[in-house]
């Protein structure tokens, strides 16, 4: 195998947090916020901004964030028509603006958002939210290379320098092993019972494939949690970088990250024998390498979608800066074009057990394309999951909008609007 490349190639995590030993009801509304965990959520979040103090307004925003996500806007109307102090704070400004653009009140949905723009004192994170908030409106309007513009100005504002030859050069470097090296990679001593990962580029779908199969009572979503992008981030660091470093890691580390992952998945969650966990985590749509170490016996689905359209969900939507590659579309078009070469390659030479499913027929034949994602876990046929908008679990994702909504065709086809920024690099990529 070639000379291993640096550790964080495919910047994996956000660093450890520490643990605080008495979490307060807003970390703890967090918590359930990020696990999914809606009501939990709301409660908690509740119950925080009821004892904070007249100028801290944390909760007032966890709690209007959380109502916006669940879709719950009738609620989120009445907490910002009380919450008489937090509509001036800009991020109550925010959510007037997102619930405008909800119930269809594009004009006054902008116009907040343009004069929340205009303020220079405006914070950085929040700037960017508001500016993603109107590249939404501006779509929905069918002003879509304003869209675009404000997109390419947000991204110039904050994006942040990013390895992307890296990245597709670790995925590169592996594929090009033989299976004969990738047979030698250590994996953990026992493998896994009912775990499968959904890997796929963010905005690929995804999220939705997780919500419907989520409608299962067999099946739990994990959602994204930090713990795989950790311990990945932990064996590039013990080896030398990714890839090589996978083929270096030691059977008693794996052990304890295997232990570490499935106390997150299943022994928190109290998760029966039978259920299955199906974790999305963004990191090991890109890292084979660390299911198959890490999580050997676990089920793979992989999802890809068009590439234009993936590129245009990519770039008119607000990801972390730290993930500069999505700012930039050749950058895009470079990292769609190595998962389309190598992924395939690699996830056949590591033997993963893998469902290849393409977004655009999930939408076209979802029950076709969703008996065959169960019936590769072993399970029947369950009716619930044609209707994941029905789902009570909070999607933590940019893509919790469209999961609130019945299967459709909306997301197909969209980069015909933004064909001029498409040149002849793309025509090979489907």
Known sequence: MAKPLTADATHASNGPVAPDAAPTSLQRAI???????????????????????PDDF????VLGEVLHRAGRLDELQQFLDEAV??????????????????????????AGLAALLAEASLAPPLRRMAAFERVAVLQALGLH???????????????????????????????????????????ATHSVNRSAC??????????LLEQMLDRHPQISGVGEGPWPGRMADAMARAGGGWPGGALRAQPRMLDSMQQQYLDETRR??????????????????????FIAGVLPGAKVLHLTRDARDNAVSLLLNNFDPSWGWTADLDD??????????????????LKLDVLRLRYE????????????ALAHLGLAWEPACLQPQDNSRLVFTLSHEQVRRPLNREGMGRWQVHSEHFGAAWDGLV
């Open 145 to 187: 290379a304003e869209s675009w513009r404000v997109a390419a100005h947000a991204h110039a504002l904050a994006r942040h320098p990013f390895p992307t030859e890296k990245l597709v050069s670790a995925l590169r470097v592996t594929a090009q092993a033989s299976p004969a090296e990738l047979a030698r990679l250590p994996k």
């Open 85 to 110: 102090a937090f509509r001036t704070d800009p991020r109550a400004r925010l959510l007037f603006a997102r619930l405008a653009r909800r119930r269809g009140e594009l004009q006054q949905a902008d």
């Open 198 to 207: 959904i890997l796929g580029l963010p905005r690929s779908g995804t999220t």
């Open 268 to 289: 928190h969650r109290n998760l029966p024998d039978a259920v299955w966990a199906l974790d999305k985590t963004l990191f090991p749509m890109m890292q084979p390498l």
């Open 332 to 349: 895009i078009r470079q990292v769609l074009a190595a998962e389309r070469q190598y992924l395939p390659t690699i996830l056949d030479k």
């Open 361 to 372: 027929d999930l939408v076209e034949q979802p029950e076709v394309r969703t008996r065959a």
């Open 58 to 61: 944390s909760a007032h925003a």
């Open 31 to 53: 918590a359930a916020y990020r696990s999914g965990a809606e009501q939990a959520a709301v409660n908690l979040a509740r119950a925080a901004a009821s004892t904070a103090g």
